[in-house]
């Protein structure tokens, strides 16, 4: 498997303009998670989805971020209008539920490479 | 909530030497799995060591070894012969059966030659 997919890699826009992120979670995984870290306030769980549903949005900051999950196997973070604030990398991340006893591989979460966004 | 805490921001070894980093979590569950993670300037996440709840025995994965105090909530990371490429941070994480991950706020890890 490729792991968790992520594009860009890299994105420099300006304040204003619409940005959409872009995560392909490793195949069979049922969760997914946005994640963005920054120097000052660290790793922060935007957003996560079991089974495409959106579980607990209650880290995205702002009306301007928005998540969807249309399928098993792709995820967009979309923000919109962008500003010099959102500027940070922001992370995929995927695993599937993790149970009682069973297999270690059901717990750990993949982190995609992530995609560093700069607004100017 | 869950909560998880990681009291040195930043922490140093000497290369060869052992470092312990520690994390403390808060949390009513009894059954649960604890992660550390390593993430290197490449900036990507690495899954060092996971310790499940219900386990006694301390996890060990070649040079990394946990000790968890389940009474003490508590799961540091203990680094022996540190190498140049241990450098990196680290971070605590918890995850209760079917929820999100927890994650501390990091451990900056300087490996001096």
């Known amino acids: 498997d490729a792991g968790v997919i992520q594009s860009p890699r890299h994105e420099v826009t300006e304040m204003g303009q619409e940005v959409t992120l872009r995560c392909k979670p490793i195949?069979?995984?049922?969760?997914l998670f946005w994640y963005r870290q920054t120097m000052m306030r660290g790793l922060e769980l935007l957003i996560y989805f079991n089974n495409n549903v959106p579980i607990d949005d209650s880290g995205m900051p702002e009306d301007r971020f928005s998540a969807k999950m249309p399928n098993a196997s792709f995820s967009t973070l979309k923000i919109q209008p962008s500003e010099p604030r959102d500027s940070a990398v922001y992370f995929c991340?995927?695993?599937?539920?993790?149970?009682?006893?069973?297999?270690?591989?059901?717990?750990?979460?993949?982190f995609g490479p992530g995609t560093r966004l700069t607004v100017l | 909530a869950q909560t998880v805490t990681q009291s040195q921001p930043e922490m140093s070894v000497q290369e060869a030497e052992t470092v312990t980093l520690s994390c403390t979590y808060d949390t009513s569950e009894s059954d649960y799995y604890l992660f550390w993670y390593k993430q290197p300037p490449s900036r990507q996440m690495i899954l060092v060591i996971r310790q499940e709840a219900y386990k006694q025995q301390n996890a060990t994965e070649n040079r990394f070894s946990v000790n968890f105090q389940k009474a003490a909530k508590s799961f540091s990371l203990k680094i022996s012969d540190s190498q140049l490429g241990d450098a990196a941070m680290y971070f605590c994480?918890?995850?209760?059966?079917?929820?999100?991950?927890?994650f501390g706020p990091g451990t900056r890890l300087s490996v001096l030659p």
């Open positions: 991340a995927s695993s599937l539920r993790a149970t009682s006893g069973g297999s270690s591989s059901y717990n750990e979460q993949f």
């Open positions: 195949s069979g995984h049922d969760y």
């Open positions: 994480a918890y995850r209760r059966y079917g929820q999100n991950f927890v």
